[in-house]
Nanobody, 124 residues
């Protein structure tokens, strides 16, 4: 059973940056694709960026394209999400999720294991 723990969220001013981490344990990390999703109050969970087990990445939401970077360090069982030029509309709980193999899309229904989330608040 794979467990995921997110960290790195917090309060940041508009235009600032954050680097989120997703630490995995309990299974062979290299077998899993990892996605970052977010959910704002009153909104559906949406895919932000995903990286498959080969290290190929996808930015799913157009609104974050060019402002996020996803990477994975298999030696550390960790996936990172760098958020840059943050906007108030980026405020949400950010979750990482995992699925064994390579999903077709970067959509929540494809992912089986979820972390508890980390809050990102963008405000002056």
């Amino acid at each position: 059973q794979l467990q995921l723990v997110e960290s790195g969220g917090g309060l940041v001013q508009p235009g600032g940056s954050l680097k989120l981490s997703c630490l995995a344990s309990g299974s062979t990390f290299n077998y899993y694709s990892i996605g970052w999703f977010r959910q704002a109050p009153g909104k559906e969970r949406e895919g932000v960026s995903c990286i498959n087990l080969r290290g190929e990445s996808t930015n799913y939401i157009e609104s974050v394209d060019g402002r996020v970077a996803i990477s994975r360090d298999n030696a550390k069982n960790t996936v990172y999400l760098e958020l840059n030029s943050l906007k108030p509309e980026d405020t949400a709980i950010y979750y990482c999720a995992a699925v064994r193999g390579t999903p077709m899309w970067c959509q929540a229904y494809e992912y089986d294991y979820w972390g508890q989330g980390t809050q990102v608040t963008v405000s002056s």
